[in-house]
């Protein structure tokens, strides 16, 4: 049996548990470990074959009609079973199995069918067969093998996927709400032609399995925040690339809370079509970035104008459940490092700032944070010639109102300058660095300035407002920002290559 990466969780947590609540630990790098040890190569060779067979299947028309039956099969001979309309739950004769707990995740699985497969049209990945869940090591000599305490989605000795799980698991119920959405949508993973060639290669594809598949989560039970704990690693680690993928720090399972960008996109930009065509209709070998920038082109945007605005938003954590976000992140998990802020910032002194360590990488940001702000400043900044693009914008939120305003880009440099800067409960600086969607590894260094403006209107040279001028903002302006009083975010677009 072949067991490598894919759907890969840890042990439950919950936000008020105390003390000290653990993250949970993934264990799909011990799957990956044991796979490339014993037989390097194989496992993806394995994949490729049976992503390309359950499409070969699909075409020949082995899927039942719409309203068929199911079939139960079970390759293991397994004692135990809770079969519904598409989910056949299995378990051994030993073990703590409670057949309650069953019924329960069983009634999720076919929420995430309904969801999943009939409401947002995602291929059924089974064939004719209902899709087996086994429960790991509960006593059976065939029954699939839990090598940790993990739960994965792979694929069944007689190759069609299968999910398996540690009965500890299912018994927490926010768990069972995050699972069954998660592993299922793994499943369709399987069986689409994106998969071809890409898995197994690098993190261009890995990560984007987990942070779709989480993704899913959210469609299936919005009411849950549960699976937004998530959102904590990608916290802690921003200068990472958004296709960052790795179990092991920095910036472990990161991958995962990536998933609140596919989200902001679906939410605040596009439709979840978006997820869906990028797993259905993408052709063999597309990064899935590079799908995703296809279906926002069409849609009249890019990917790296809504991936700028996207990290101006994590400033302030301004999304459809930003305040399940604040609430994980303020709760401290032991999650490792936490590489924001950047620094923090008092005043304006005038001083040029650059970070001393945790540099963006592309696709990747810096979060200053500002305190003690003065009623009137510029914000200057000046980036080193590496990347294709810079981004740097100023944000604050008080309560549920979130401001956002970019620097004026010129080249690598660019300046901001605001007037009656309100108080805030929190005010940030972002520094997004875009190099291509593949990271390499490198990052990227600037500065940056503030400056204190009190006083300087009132000894500067008198100037009319201009109306209809060209809306660029000076450091001789005197004109007030209402846009950022407003809340209008701009925007700036900037092409050197
Ligand atoms: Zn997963």
Known sequence: MILIFSAAWGAPVNIAAAPAPQPPRCGTVDLAQWASTQMPGAAERWLHDFSHGSRVARHRGLLPPPGTALEARDPYA?????????????????????????????????????????????????????????????????????????????????????????????RDDDYVSMFPPHELFHGIQFGTETMIDLVGIDHRVLWYMEASAHWSVREVTPENTYHDIFIIPFAYYPELSISHWSQEQPGALRQYGAFSFIRHLTDRVVDRQLVHDSWVTATVGELPLDRIDRY???NGTTLDDEFLLFTAHVATWDHVQGDSFREWIDGDLGWGDNHRPTAVVAGASGEWL?????????????????????????????????????????????????????LEMIGNNGELTLTDVPSADESWLVVTALDGH???????????????????????????????????????????????????????RRRRR
């Open 78 to 170: 397994v004692t135990n079973v809770h079969e519904s309309d598409h989910f056949a739950i299995r378990w051994g004769s030993e073990g703590d199995v409670n057949t309650n707990d069953v019924a329960v995740f069983s009634e999720m699985f076919e929420a995430s069918h309904d969801i999943l497969i009939d409401t947002l049209g995602y291929p059924w990945p089974n064939g004719p067969y209902k899709f087996n869940v086994y429960i790991g090591d509960t006593g059976s000599d065939g029954i699939p093998p839990l090598p940790g305490t993990i739960n994965y989605t792979w694929v069944d000795s007689e190759e069609w996927p299968m999910i398996v799980i540690d009965a500890e698991y299912f």
């Open 296 to 298: 926002l082109v069409d």
């Open 438 to 492: 593949v990271d390499y590894g490198e990052s990227f260094s600037y500065r940056l300035r503030l400056v204190d403006d009190e006083g300087q209107t009132d000894t500067a040279t008198p100037q009319s407002p201009r109306e209809g001028g060209c809306g660029c903002n000076s450091a001789a302006s005197t004109a007030p920002l209402l846009s950022l009083l407003f809340g209008l975010t701009a925007l700036t």
């Open 354 to 406: 650059a970070p001393d360590d945790h540099l963006p990488h592309t696709y990747g940001s810096n979060y200053w944070q500002l305190t003690d702000l003065p009623k009137d400043l510029t914000i200057s900044f000046e980036g080193d010639e590496g990347p294709q693009r810079w981004y740097a914008a100023f944000a604050q939120r008080t309560g549920d109102d979130h401001t956002r305003l970019a």
